[in-house]
């Protein structure tokens, strides 16, 4: 479903991603795991169509990424992106005029479920009640995939559940969620398959359920196996 | 509920399942939550939940019936059967446990017969 | 499309309603001023009220080029460029949302100028004499113009054009030094030298073009030549931005 092929990009003199090939498939959440810097964000941000990979390309159902996959892929990007200008209800309205996907029903379900506020400024916010926000706004669409970036950084142990409940509502046979995380115990029950990336590049990409029938192992074993004591905890 | 790492998380729900089976807190017929349920009662993905029921239909514990949901299975000498076996289980476990700790089989069943007399007392 | 035009007019529509609010108190202190006869204060009024309109308009078009900036540099970006439209819609909801206020700006000061002028006139009668003798300096320095309402029309025309012109080429500069030359040494001033060069070259097809026919020939060709321009630098901008844009 979506697809990258030897995805590249560089930044000066570094290579953010290093020829990532990955094939994800409807149906499953996905964690995409990796301490900071190892190009989650730039993977993501270029399946987005936000940033324009050096080299290699992305697809979409079989299509590169571009206007179109747009309407399809809900993506959250760790920063808070919102112009400083709106109000929470002036985000969803935003999203409700672009994106033909999305439900203000639904967007108004999760906002009372997090207890936020349509009226509160997006400059405002405490982190933890942008994050949220970020979170509704995106859930609320009915896309084919969701690409969350940090959807658990800087949110409660409450918060994070009720998260995880909105994704696990919005998982189907036919979507695709990803999320990136360095929270890996965060990740642990939800996701059924995890990538996991080091240094811009592919290291391994697991089912977990089999890999813990298989080795034992959670993938918080496998991470701090791959990452060692200098990437693991860096929460 | 915390998952350990060592075995499947489907795994561990299934012994969840089971357990309030045998104990009697989902009698036989009782209607089990939807998948998707399932997946947000125990913060899981919603393949593992499938995978729960998928497996506990394999062992027969539960019947699902097209349309209208999962159901634990009406036959009670099933989840008697089942009853025995996690009893079973849970012998084998203590015994194991007191082997490590150097206890001979003999030694084992004395601790537990002590620990029932004191909490008779109690 | 309207969407896209929506939200650019949404982004700035404070400051212009801070323009409209200034606009409104200079032209009561003129109108108080005319009718109390207070000249001091009635002239000081009229030099505001041009000010206000003149820059007022070029305010709107350097709001809009710091508008395109940050929607390339800063995460807000992601708002704009997340949205299911290619970069040409994009741009070209800002640059219709752009030109769309600066004409109605135009036009609207256009509109309040001439009705201050009326009011003037029919309240000293003497401005008559005061066109004339801006005739006369006119003249003396060699500018064969009658100066009435179609050529200030076609001044302010021409103005708008250009203007509009040079915002366009401001954003296509600046997309060549944010993504052609994203990370590079200099790029801000490679930028500024693409836009200083582009404005040096349309003002040197202008004078080709037009230069040296009678005023309002000049004013319509060298309008035409700024609208066309302005195209060429959209479709260049949104070129560029289609292939290179990572916000």
């Known amino acids: 479903m979506l697809k990258s092929e030897a995805l590249t990009k560089v930044f000066g003199s570094k290579t953010a991603v290093d020829h990532v090939s990955l094939n994800l498939e409807a149906g499953h959440i996905c964690a995409m795991l990796g301490p900071n810097g190892s190009g989650k964000t730039t993977w993501m941000k270029m399946a987005a169509g936000l940033c324009k990979p050096t080299s290699g390309q992305v697809f979409f159902d079989g299509e590169p990424i571009g206007v179109k996959s747009r309407a399809s892929v809900a993506y959250m990007s760790t920063e808070p992106y919102f112009y400083t200008w709106m109000t929470i209800r002036d985000v969803a309205k935003y999203y409700a005029d672009f994106f033909a996907d999305f439900s203000m029903e639904r967007f108004r379900d999760l906002l009372r479920r997090f207890e936020l506020e349509e009226n509160l400024k997006t400059k405002t916010l405490s982190s933890g009640m942008m994050a949220k926000a970020k979170i509704a706004v995106t859930m609320a669409r009915d896309a084919r995939i969701w690409m969350l970036d940090e959807p658990f950084n800087g949110i409660d142990l409450v918060a994070r559940d009720q998260i995880k409940s909105a994704i696990i509502e919005s998982a189907a046979p036919d979507k695709l969620l990803l999320m990136s995380s360095h929270l890996v115990e965060e990740m642990e029950s939800i996701a059924d398959r995890a990538v996991f990336l080091r240094k811009g590049q592919l290291i391994k990409e697991v089912d977990i359920e089999t890999e813990r029938a298989e080795t034992g192992c959670s993938i918080a074993d496998e991470y701090r196996r791959i990452y060692g004591a200098q990437g693991g905890e860096e929460a | 509920m915390d998952f350990n790492a060592s075995s499947p998380i489907w795994m561990q729900v299934a012994t969840r399942i089971k357990t309030e089976m045998v104990s009697g807190k989902l009698p036989p017929g009782a209607k089990l939550p939807g998948g998707r349920e399932l997946a947000l009662q125990y913060t899981i993905n919603p393949n593992t939940a499938a995978r729960v029921y998928q497996e506990l239909e394999k062992e027969g514990l539960v019947e699902v019936r097209r349309g209208m949901g999962t159901y634990v299975t009406e036959a009670a000498e099933r989840i008697a059967r089942l009853r025995d076996g996690m009893a079973r289980d849970a012998a084998e476990d203590y015994m194991d446990r007191m082997a490590s700790l150097g206890y001979t089989r003999a030694e084992a069943v004395a601790w537990i017969e002590q620990e029932d007399r004191e909490h008779a007392e109690e | ?247």
């Open chain 3, 1 to 247: 499309m309207i969407n896209l035009i929506k939200y650019e007019f949404r982004k700035t529509w404070t400051t212009k309603l801070i323009l409209l609010a200034i606009t409104a108190f200079a032209e009561v202190v003129f109108l108080a001023s005319l009718y109390l006869d207070k000249r001091d204060i009635n002239a000081l009024s009229i030099v505001a009220l041009t000010i206000l309109a003149i820059g007022g308009i070029l305010f709107i078009g350097i709001q809009s080029i710091l508008t395109m900036h940050q929607d390339m540099n800063t995460k807000q970006g992601y708002m704009l460029y997340m949205t299911p439209n290619s970069c040409y819609k994009i741009l070209g909801g800002k640059v219709l949302e752009n030109g769309l206020s600066m004409f109605v700006a135009g036009a609207f000061y256009f509109a309040l100028g001439a009705l201050d002028v009326t009011l003037l006139l029919g309240h000293y009668g003497e401005l008559d004499k005061l066109m004339e003798m801006v005739k006369q300096f006119m003249s003396s320095m060699q500018m064969e113009v009658s100066l009435n309402g179609r050529m200030f029309a076609l001044f302010a025309l021409s103005f708008l054009c250009s203007w509009l012109c040079t915002v366009t080429t401001a954003y296509l500069a600046d997309v060549v030094a944010t993504c052609l030359l994203n990370g590079k040494k200099h790029n801000g001033w490679i930028g500024l030298l693409v836009f200083i060069l582009l404005q040096t070259l349309f003002s040197w097809v202008e004078r080709t073009a037009v230069g040296g026919r009678a005023l309002d020939v000049q004013l319509i060709g060298s309008a035409a030549i700024a609208i066309v321009a302005s195209a060429a630098m959209y479709a260049a901008t949104a070129f560029l931005m289609d292939r290179h844009l990572s916000v």
